[in-house]
Structure formats: C-alpha cells, structure tokens
C-alpha cells in the first residue's frame, strides 16, 4: 500500500486512524460473551488503539495487532508499553494464519471488501471463533447532499441490509450489530484536528495538501453527523 508520506507523518501522530471508543470494543466483548484464554487478532490495527482495549479487557488473552504499514506498527509500540498480552507486527490481514478466536477489524475491511475480507478470514478462525468489524454505512435511500458528499470517495458503500447481504455472500450470519454514529467519530477527529493545527505551521506544500484534505473531511462529517455511521457487525461462519 503506497500513502504519501505526508499522509503517514500526519496519521502516525493519531490514537486511532479510523471512527471507534473502547466502549465499542466492550460491547463486541460483552455481546459475544467472550473471556479466558483467547487468541484474537486486531486486523488492520493502525496505531493499536483496540488492540491496547482487547488486551486490558482480555487479560488471559494473546491479542495481536497486524497492519501493512510499519509506521503504524512503529507509532503503536510505544503505546503497549508494558502490557504484556499484546504486540503488534507488520503483516497483511488479507493473510491471516491464526487460529484466532476473535479477527477484531475497525474501520479496515473495506481495504479487502467486506465479502472477500470475511471468506479470507474464514481460515484464520479457530472453531467457534467470530469476527468483529466496522464499516461504513448509508442509513437511508435519500441522504443528504452533505452524507453523499463525505463517502464520495467510497461509491460502492452498502446501506445496512446491502451490508447484510455482503456478509451472507461470505457465508457467515450477523449476530448482533451497533451502529457507531457521534462519539466514534468526534474521537477519531478530535485527535485528528488537533494534529492538523499542530503540523500547519512548517507544513511544506505537500503537508499543506493534506492536511487541507483531511480539515475538509472533518467539516464534512460535521454538516451531518448524526447521519454519518459505521455499523459494527458481530458476525460467525455458517
Ligand atoms: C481506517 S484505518 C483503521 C485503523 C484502526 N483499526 C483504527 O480503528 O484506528 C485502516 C487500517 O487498515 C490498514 N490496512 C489496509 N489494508 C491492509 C492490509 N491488507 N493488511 C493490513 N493492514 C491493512 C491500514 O494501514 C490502516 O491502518
């Protein structure tokens, strides 16, 4: 995966590249009613944000987070610290070994699509395992301009029953799912504003460019952000 590098000074500096809060996180744990021993993995972890999350909420479990970019992996290291149920390494979730008992993926199936992420996770579950992941979502047929506006970079995003669909064509039924709308997304832009002032002053042209883009996609979701979601989505193989 090729990001300017502009891009990948600013996201190195978030919590979190994409919409989520730990209470997210303790829902999916709560809701799958999972504990003990487990082995889970954080697919397309970014910084660690859930992976830190899982490992606190899952003391008894080995949680690994795995994403293609090493600056993320490099980013995330520090914030482990010394837990120690939980690393983080450079990988490519569209591989995933296991077996895993839980494939937690905020905000990243989308970089595979939701059907063919799900069929090549399949494999990397161990018996009984699940799968926990986010993805963006239209709540209705006649949006407003301004939801149209923000996934205009995602044409082909479903609406929650195309979503559905997506996940039955992998062969897995949906179990539970939340809808993330508000507080997710004001945690991921918050840290996000405050990273973009921080780096205007000496930003080069290529650095102003971005940072420009991604101010543009916070007041986006702005102008409606009751109507812009992502749906978590508790999902096991058939
Ligand atoms: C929107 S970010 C979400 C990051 C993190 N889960 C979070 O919520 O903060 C999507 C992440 O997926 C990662 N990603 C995309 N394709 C990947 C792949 N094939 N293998 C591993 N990571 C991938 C990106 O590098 C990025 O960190």
């Known amino acids: ?26 829902w999916a744990l709560g809701r799958l009613g999972l504990s003990g021993e487990l082995r889970v993995c954080d697919a397309g972890c970014g910084t660690g944000a859930d992976t830190v999350t899982l490992a606190r909420a899952l003391p008894e479990a080995q949680v690994v987070g795995i994403d293609a970019v090493p600056a993320f992996i490099e980013a995330g290291q520090a914030r482990l610290g010394d837990l ?7 990988g490519d979730m569209a591989e995933l070994e296991g077996p895993y008992d839980l494939i937690w993926s905020a905000g990243a199936i989308y970089f595979l699509g939701v059907t063919e992420g799900l069929q090549a996770w399949r494999g990397a579950l161990a018996p009984g395992g699940v799968v926990a992941f ?5 709540l209705g047929d006649d ?14 995003l479903p609406d929650r029953e195309g979503l559905r ?18 507080a997710p997304w ?3 832009y918050e840290g996000l504003t405050r990273e973009i002032a ?18 543009q996609e ?18 096991r193989p058939d």
């Open 1 to 26: 995966m090729e990001l300017p590098p502009e891009f990948l000074t600013l996201y190195s500096r978030l919590d979190r590249q994409g919409p989520g809060t730990p209470e997210d996180v303790l």
């Open 84 to 90: 120690p149920n939980a690393s983080l390494q450079v």
């Open 134 to 138: 986010s993805q963006g979502v239209f």
């Open 143 to 156: 949006e407003p301009q301004a939801v149209r506006d923000f996934w205009i970079a995602e044409p082909a």
């Open 165 to 182: 669909a997506q996940v039955a064509e992998a062969g897995f039924e949906v179990l539970d799912t939340r809808l993330l709308i508000g």
């Open 186 to 188: 004001q945690a991921y």
């Open 198 to 215: 921080a780096l205007r002053d000496d930003a080069t042209p290529a650095m102003t460019a971005v940072l420009d883009a991604c101010a």
């Open 218 to 235: 916070v007041a986006l979701w702005r102008q409606a952000p009751e109507r812009i979601a992502y749906e978590l989505v508790l999902a």
